[in-house]
């Protein structure tokens, strides 16, 4: 990502106008939620729902890793699907990175 220098004025309620640039950079429209971070003298600002995730979607994923972890299978999954989620178990995995190998959807 580019680095930018905007300027923004602190109102007498503490407000500021976060500049287009900064919102488009950060992807923020109007009712995003943001999140300040103060590290040591300088404030990082990254999008809410970019480091939060849905409660539900989170509680059933935490309870299916559970049963995988013990080993379960899962029933209406394919048995390679369950062997492979089973060899997986516990691996740290990055959403946003690429496949190493080929995918079939």
Avoid: C, W
């Avoid at 999954?77 to 997986?88: N, V, Y």
């Amino acid at each position: 990502m580019p680095a930018i220098h905007e300027v923004a004025t602190l109102t007498s309620k503490g407000q500021i106008t976060l500049p287009k640039s900064i919102r488009q950079a950060l992807g923020a429209d109007t009712g995003s939620k943001l999140v300040f971070e103060l590290r040591g003298g300088e404030v990082v600002v990254t999008r809410a729902d970019a480091e939060h995730e849905d409660p539900a979607i989170a509680a059933f994923l935490a309870l299916l890793a559970r049963d995988i972890e013990a080993g379960q299978n899962v029933r209406g999954l394919p048995e390679d699907l369950a062997r492979t989620m089973l060899e997986h178990a516990g691996h740290k995995v990055e959403l946003g990175g690429d496949f190493d190998e080929d995918v079939d959807i």
